[in-house]
């Protein structure tokens, strides 16, 4: 029964990755072995750090098709981290003043998109925590949306727990190779009969700390002949909840942290960032 289960599991893994527009995501969890005991060979605790991963596809109704990801070589021809172009080639880091207006489509002297957006949110809050705008809660209408994409339900199949270290730039190498081993992806020349993905970029979903050793283990990796072993096909994809956390810290630390230990600011000042901070949970 188990080996049915095993072989089943194994078949819809490299079935959903064969498509080649699969995405991919990870993560670590905690197991508590309460029967396991600890010896002179093999002290330590009883709990045990293993990462869990799943393989999703994306709708093709949405548009989406392998093509799309068919872009491997154009960005390493840009990217940062071949050492192999001239410094005017690789592709710059763009930040938020790269972002363009958002109202040049807009009437004339009329609030952008975004500040309609959060000024929605900002009513929204008020006639929701704060009880005397309640009245004018069927005035508020819908928010608008800006390229809605709808919520769709996307197949996926839970990949085989790995017992790798996820804190080290290594070992999120590791994770990645093993999961391209359960999906029979990688590069033929290494490893006859799996599907090719060397033309090809994945999405992989992870947190801030697993962006952040994937671009170290990039860099690291950037020296090697091949595609699949330099991780060009990984296309980090932050998951929007740790983003979303990111957000909150930056707005603690710049407003709530520094402002509380400030006698000389006006109390409204740090309300008022208060307030923003729960505006920030209401866009969640």
């Not at 508590?32 to 010896?39: A, C, H, I, R």
């Not at 363009?100 to 006639?127: D, G, K, Q, V, Y």
């Not at 599907?195 to 283990?217: C, K, P, Q, Y």
Request: proline share 7%.
């Amino acid at each position: 029964m188990v080996s049915s289960l095993s072989e089943k599991s194994r078949t819809e893994i490299q079935r959903t990755a064969s498509s080649l527009s699969a995405s991919f995501a990870y993560d670590n969890f905690d197991m508590d072995f309460k029967s396991w005991l600890p010896t002179l060979e093999k002290p330590g605790s009883t709990l045990k750090h293993a990462t869990s991963g799943l393989v999703f596809t994306l709708d093709p109704k949405l548009g989406v098709v392998p093509d799309d990801f068919k872009c491997s070589a154009a960005m390493w021809d840009t990217d940062p981290n071949n050492i192999s172009i001239p410094d005017e080639n690789r592709r710059r880091q763009y930040t938020w003043m790269d972002c363009p207006p958002s109202n040049l489509l807009e009437p004339p002297n009329t609030p952008s998109r975004p500040i309609r957006i959060i000024a929605w949110h900002f009513r929204h809050a008020l006639l929701t925590f704060v009880d005397d705008f309640a009245h004018f809660r069927d005035k508020l209408g819908s928010l608008e949306t800006n390229l809605q994409v709808p919520p769709t339900k996307a197949p996926f199949e839970p990949c085989r727990s790995m017992d790798i270290n996820q804190s080290t730039s290594d070992g999120q190498a590791q994770i990645i190779e093993n999961i391209l081993s359960q999906a029979h992806l990688g590069d033929p020349t290494d490893h006859p009969g799996v599907a090719d993905i060397r033309e090809h970029v994945s999405l992989w979903h992870g947190d801030l700390r697993t962006g952040e050793l994937i671009d170290l283990a990039w860099r690291s990796r950037s020296i090697e002949a091949k595609p699949i072993r330099r991780l060009q096909f990984v296309i980090f994809v932050i998951g929007l909840f740790h983003y979303q956390m990111a957000c909150a810290d930056a707005i603690w630390h710049m407003l709530l942290n520094h402002w509380k230990h400030d006698k000389t600011l006006p109390a409204s000042i740090s309300k008022s960032a208060k307030f923003g901070l729960m505006i920030l949970v209401e866009l969640q």
